[in-house]
């Protein structure tokens, strides 16, 4: 079946070091979206990326998809401590009722 | 807004007792998903639900069954309850035919099992 994995499953920055985790589906997706989930939080939704080669910005963060649209990356330039938590890919596959959650990366920060 | 309302937020149950979860989506949102989150795990997909009828089953055991109702709340029922049960379970509702909708997630409800 539809599979969305992500590494690496923890990453630990010094502060202000920039952070990249990436997402690969196992078939095509036709979105992805990115969530963030803080500790003992649930997932909030960040952003989503619908088109081939696709790439967003929110301030200090950069969302691509890839162009098979198979993969997708979030990168996070000098990180802060408030950026900690969990970060989630998720995709829909061709059938819209099928809604796949990457396996997430847990994101440190020293300060 | 209107968000996606879990209950109860937290439940304690003993072993080999039931448990039901409840989960009310947005409104206009016709697309229900169960996840499991273990501690420190990714959440796992268990069941979802679209116009009342099942659309995709993931790692839920048999032991688990879930239904959506008329007006689109959906039950998650849980029976025999296990110690590795112990886990936050989210839902999350979707509007389908609007092509690349964001899912809203509940807060989700901790079940320990005892």
């Known amino acids: ?111 | 807004a209107a968000g996606v309302i879990q209950s109860p937020r937290h439940l304690i149950k003993e072993k080999r007792e039931t448990a039901t979860l409840k989960c009310y989506p947005i409104p206009r949102h016709d697309t229900v998903y169960w996840y499991q989150q273990g501690p420190g795990q990714d959440p796992q997909f268990l069941i979802s639900f679209y116009e009342k009828m099942q659309s995709d089953k993931g790692s839920i055991p048999d032991r688990f069954s879930a239904q959506q109702f008329s007006d689109y709340h959906s039950e998650l029922n849980m029976s025999s309850l296990e110690l590795g049960d112990s886990a936050l379970y989210f839902c999350a509702s979707t509007r389908s035919g609007a092509v690349n909708t964001e899912a809203f997630f509940g807060q989700g409800t901790r079940l320990t099992v005892v």
Not at chain 1, 1 to 11: A, D, E, F, L, T
Not at chain 1, 36 to 45: A, T
Not at chain 1, 72 to 94: E, K, P, R, W
């Open chain 1, 1 to 111: 079946g539809q599979q969305v994995m992500q590494i690496p499953q923890y990453q630990h920055v010094q502060e202000g070091e920039d952070f990249t985790t990436y997402c690969n589906s196992s078939t095509t997706l036709s979105n992805i979206q990115w969530y963030k989930q803080r500790p003992g939080g649930h997932p909030v939704f960040l952003i989503q990326l619908v088109k081939s080669g696709e790439v967003k910005k929110q301030k200090r963060l950069t969302f691509q998809f890839g162009e098979a649209k198979k993969n997708s990356s979030l990168h996070i330039t000098a990180t802060q401590t408030t950026d900690v938590g969990t970060y989630f890919c998720a995709g829909h596959g061709n059938n819209f009722n099928k809604f796949y959650f990457g396996s997430g990366t847990k994101l440190n920060v020293k300060p």
